[in-house]
């Protein structure tokens, strides 16, 4: 047995009843098994790949708050600091009735090798809690959020651990957090990342990982001799990364004709008005079908099913595991070229395998939605300066940085004689670094 096989097994053995975080090691073991075969012997010494696998902490705690009712709520609140070998941990809060320890394992495994692609100094981590501000008043969001972080500020700190908001935690959310933390800990520092433009957020940092989306998926159609211009595109989701993902794939020439939400999907063939989206999802907090009540040339479809929709390429930014083996076949099937994760591992083990072997150009999220977690390391940046950059500057730097990717990513899969596996590359570019600065660090 291998050794990449053998830690495998380990993970499986010592975290049962956690599918998300099994899948997430063995995609990332099985595309390291190159690197990792040729250094066996001082992987093996160093137990590189069990340090790797095994958080370095995690935090587990009650939440309980008291809703507009008077009656008194608990929820599971979470930290998963996973690695710190190349900076402070950074990763989301996700408030979501999904969220639990599983996942947060897988995402913040994932986040190490994301963050580490980024070129910028930061390890990775993840949290949240299976609380739902669906549907809660902004008191009671706010209650939840001053209990969540009356426990989780023991533990965070602008050079421990930074965490930024994921599914369910936006601005209002972000708000409440740092206003809890800072009263706590009478600190202001750049401990939280999507802050509000007035208390030290960074410009583009709503945009930025839906922008990178774009960006490196320019890249990779420039380097195969084709390009946005004309081309129909999918976006799965209806939240900031797929709005802002259709904001820069419309500006770059391509035609966005669907989009959807946990509900249904839309389908324009005119092309998505964003401004009808924006208003529906970022003003008024509604369902997608809403558009279609709006904009008469489109139709609106309860349910999953999407992928049927011809394309060229698909975007999906929605949620782990949404793309399946058989939405791939159809997809393949309909001519899709490309396959750009916007979401955290959106594509199942085995339609991301089929998507490869056959022909599909497939970048895997933690290369191509890397473009949020890197602004907010740049808002760090700028929180730590006690400066704020404009617009521009900090678009500049997320299309250098997603450029980058592309180039590492790219480069790596090639060394290994893998090119335009895109999977392994980033995985390769990735755990190279990480492992760099364990080794360096010794045995902690």
């Known amino acids: 047995m291998s050794y990449t096989e053998e830690v495998y097994e380990r993970v ?53 708050w008291t809703d507009d009712k008077g009656n008194v709520q608990v929820n599971k609140g979470y930290r998963v600091q996973f690695n710190s070998a190349i900076g402070p941990y950074k990763g989301g809060l996700r408030f979501h009735p999904s969220v639990n320890q599983s ?13 580490s692609l980024t070129g910028l100094p930061i390890g990775g981590g993840k949290g949240g809690s299976n609380f ?8 009671e969001v706010m209650a939840f959020c001053q209990s969540f972080m009356t426990e989780l500020c023991k533990y ?30 009478n600190l202001s520092e750049g401990v939280l990342t999507g802050k509000g433009l007035t208390f030290g957020g960074s410009l583009i940092r709503t945009q930025a990982t839906g922008y990178g989306v774009v960006y490196i998926l320019d890249e990779l159609m420039k380097a195969h001799n084709d390009s946005l211009e004309g081309k129909t595109v999918i976006v799965t989701g209806s939240g900031n990364v797929a709005i802002y993902a259709v904001e820069k794939a419309t500006q770059l020439g391509a035609k966005v004709v669907a989009m959807c939400d946990s509900n249904g999907y839309i389908h324009d063939p005119n092309g998505i008005n964003l401004d009808v989206v924006k208003d529906i999802k970022e003003v008024k907090r509604g369902r997608i079908k809403e558009y279609a ?58 339609a991301t395998e089929y998507a490869m072997e056959n022909g599909i150009l497939f970048l895997p999220g933690k290369a191509s939605n890397a473009g949020g977690v890197a602004t907010s390391a740049l808002e760090m940046s700028q929180n730590s300066m006690r400066l704020s950059w404009s617009a521009e500057e900090v678009d500049e730097k997320l299309h250098n940085i997603m450029k980058d990717i592309y180039s590492k990513i790219s480069e790596a899969a090639e060394r290994y004689d893998m090119k335009d596996n895109f999977v392994v590359g980033a995985n390769i570019a990735a755990f190279e670094k990480v492992v760099d600065a364990m080794k360096a660090q010794g045995i902690v």
């Not at 049962?16 to 975080?21: H, L, Q, T």
């Not at 139709?299 to 939405?327: F, H, M, R, S």
């Not at 916007?342 to 085995?350: E, H, K, Q, S, V």
Request: net charge negative; proline share 5%.
């Open 12 to 64: 499986v053995a010592q975290n049962p009843g956690e599918p998300e975080f099994h899948q997430a090691v063995k995609e990332v073991l099985d595309s390291l098994k190159v690197v990792i075969d040729k250094n066996e012997e001082e992987y093996r010494k160093l137990a590189i790949l069990e340090r790797l696998v095994e958080p370095e902490r995690i935090i587990s705690f009650r939440v309980p």
């Open 103 to 115: 996942i947060l394992k897988f995402l913040g495994f994932e986040q190490i090798f994301k963050n």
């Open 132 to 139: 739902d501000p669906k549907g809660k008043s902004d008191r």
């Open 156 to 185: 965070i700190g602008a050079d421990t651990d930074v965490p930024a908001g994921d599914i369910g935690v936006g601005g209002r959310e972000i708000g409440y957090l740092y206003g809890q933390y800072k009263r706590i800990r």
């Open 293 to 350: 009540d709006r904009v008469e040339s489109s139709t609106y479809t309860e349910g999953i099913g999407i992928w049927n929709i011809k394309c060229d390429v698909y975007l999906p930014c929605a949620t782990q595991n949404e793309l399946g083996l058989d939405a791939v076949k159809t997809l393949k099937a309909n001519g899709c070229k490309y396959i750009v994760e916007g979401a955290n591992m959106p594509t199942t083990l085995d």
